[in-house]
């Protein structure tokens, strides 16, 4: 096995780490990688907010309710970004790029470019020995952050990533079984609920025995709990409207 | 630079592959990089169909008029899925999971989740030796290739990799400036107009030095150019709509 596979393969989200900073030097170097990722005719569709201002990661920390979004070595945030490809654009050009601007096409290529580019980030953050989690709570008062992080039309905030030193060593999460993600040639029903029983009996031995937080459930019981949560969904598609994406 | 972060400044899509295939056991280990990504809520909401059929293969490089589409060692289509998330679930559970299955805001987790695995699989083939390249134009023709690839409700396929060894070593693109993308608190539009500026000039001196396919032309000029063009783009949200996502 190869460094780089090796590293992939070693990958655990880190949710307590020690009060040690991240270097200027290590984010450097880690946007860096972030950037190398490819993007969608090299739109290069993100951007990517660190926050450093103690009063804001206060803030996150209670948005999100986790400590580790205000207790980490350093918090990035990642948002979609189609503004940057209009700044140089003139006022009847911007006019006729609104509908593909608006799109859902190009709402889903700059939500793929980002996150191309955070798992970059997250791996090259893993790679240096931190560690790391993304973070999707933030999008539960989208309006307030978006105020907060002065976003521009064209751009919305998709998730956090939270690095530091590590201060946990979780156990690795057992995957879905191969069979059950990859396919040849079509995508086969046939045999997924087989599959799936089995994994979930799998992830209740591992939920059961793992160190922390240990408890009983599956991996489908737990997923199918969270979908039936009636959680509020309308806000986030109107906001996301009313920054001009997903609109046709 | 650890070998991780090195193999990552390597990044260039390779269009352009020898005849050699790609073994199995690399697929494998490609998949198994894949799914090590961090997922939504360990939702792991993605799934990969390999295309070994000829005909299909054929079938998509006409779709993409693209050539790296048929010929290359392997090639993958990732797709979101929020459908296997559901096969344990009861007819009643299904109805009450609905409304949040077809939210945009799971749509979008979707497309993250999806995303992350793809960079991992994809820096995983590079940390082999070999190359590849994501192609989002597969998405053209989205209802025949849905069609193709048998998907049920609540997978859509949303970009290709095709990987096999580089038989072209193309130069490595120059990224934005750091500053560009990359912000301190909150996003600033101040210096954007001019470092952008600066950045089209260096890359209209790229595109016109750059070995092969050079012209002329910015950054911004190329994507506004993409933007203007009236492309359909009402198909590509009706048919996401259609697979029982991004609705509310």
């Known amino acids: ?18 009060e040690d900073e991240v270097t200027k030097q290590q984010i450097e170097t880690i946007i860096q990688a972030a950037q190398m990722a490819p993007s969608s005719s090299f739109m290069q569709s993100y951007s990517i907010i660190g926050i450093t201002d103690p009063a804001i990661k206060k803030e996150l920390g209670k948005i999100t309710e986790s400590e580790y979004v205000e207790k980490n070595g350093h918090f990035f945030i990642f948002c979609a970004d189609l503004y940057r490809l209009t700044v140089l654009a003139s006022a009847e050009d911007k006019k006729e790029m609104e509908e593909m601007l608006e799109s859902t096409l190009f709402y889903q290529i700059s939500v793929q470019d980002t996150s ?3 798992q970059n980030a997250l791996l090259a953050a893993e790679s240096m020995g931190l560690g790391g989690v993304i973070i999707g709570g933030i999008v539960k008062e989208l309006p307030k952050l978006d105020k907060i992080l002065q976003l521009p039309p064209y751009v919305i905030p998709l998730f956090g990533l939270a690095i530091g030193v590590p201060d946990q060593q979780p156990e690795i999460k057992p995957r879905l079984p191969m069979t059950s993600v990859y396919f040849e040639n079509a ?3 046939d045999s997924l609920h087989q599959l799936i029983e089995e994994y979930d009996q799998r992830m209740n031995e591992y939920y059961q025995t793992r160190t922390e937080n240990n408890r009983i459930g599956t991996w489908s019981s737990k997923n199918i709990e969270m979908f039936k949560m009636k959680t509020p969904v309308e806000f986030f598609s109107q906001y996301v409207k009313e920054k001009n994406m997903n609109k046709n």
């Open 116 to 118: 191309l580019a955070a």
């Open 187 to 189: 995508y086969k029903t």
């Open 1 to 18: 096995m190869n460094p780089v596979i090796k590293k992939m393969m070693e990958h655990r989200s880190i949710r307590k780490f020690k």
